[in-house]
């Protein structure tokens, strides 16, 4: 069954604490996503990846990393610096000479 | 960088009823603008997409225009019904290549009354 597969589902963490959440797809896609969701605002771009150990930021990237070290895996550390964690993170893949994005299930994170 | 508005943030219709979200993006270079739908707590999904090189498309009950001269789309939902009661997101990107990425509106709060 192929698809992307984002985990956990709900994550909680304290204030001051990095966190990592977990994007797997096995849907063979070279570029790969991470959007931010909150009420009201739409999905803004954190970070992409068109290829493997390649990866631009996006319009909200402060505050956020990620890596690309396999084509199916793109994990986003949410840092410390970054003001506002708390929302529904959203992964998505394309694949290539496509441009439809296809996403996960989401994280939604919740820092206290 | 491209900038997508959409309208309106909330939407009430009839049951039967039509129902149009439209949307203007900034970029003239943008050149593929789907529609996704997100139900709550769940994941957008592809709903219907139009390339620059189309005026109009139609599936079923849905359809999308596109006027790339004032640079607005819109996307029409004919004969409502309940379980089209969801958030739907527009979106604009270029053609692709290495910076390929979807800049998406703010999303409608569609509620489809029985």
């Known amino acids: 069954d192929g698809g992307i597969t984002q985990s956990p589902k709900y994550l909680f963490r304290k204030e001051g604490q990095n966190v990592t959440l977990s994007c797997e797809q096995n849907l063979n896609h070279d570029a790969m996503y991470w959007y931010r969701q909150d009420p009201g605002q739409g999905l803004r771009l954190i970070y992409y990846s068109q290829i493997v150990n390649d990866f631009q930021k996006g319009d909200i990237a402060e505050g956020y990393s990620v890596s690309r070290e396999k084509k199916e895996s793109f994990p986003l550390t949410v840092t410390s610096a970054q003001k506002n964690p708390t929302a529904f993170y959203l992964c998505?893949?394309?694949?290539?000479?496509?441009?439809?994005?296809?996403f996960g299930n989401g994280t939604r994170l919740t820092v206290t | 960088g491209e900038n997508v508005e959409q309208h309106p943030s909330t939407l009430s219709v009839q049951e039967g009823d039509s129902a149009v979200i439209k949307c203007t993006y900034s970029d003239s270079a943008s050149n593929y603008f789907p529609w996704y739908k997100q139900e709550l707590g769940k994941r957008p999904q592809l709903i219907i997409d139009i390339r620059s090189n189309v005026g109009e498309k139609k599936d079923q009950r849905i359809a999308v225009t596109l006027n790339k001269t004032a640079k607005h789309f819109s996307l029409h939902i004919t004969e409502t019904q309940p379980e089209d009661s969801a958030v739907y997101f527009c979106a604009a990107s270029n053609s692709g290549g290495s910076n390929y990425k979807l800049t998406f509106g703010k999303g409608t709060l569609l509620t489809v009354n029985p």
């Open positions: 998505a893949s394309r694949d290539r000479g496509l441009q439809a994005l296809h």
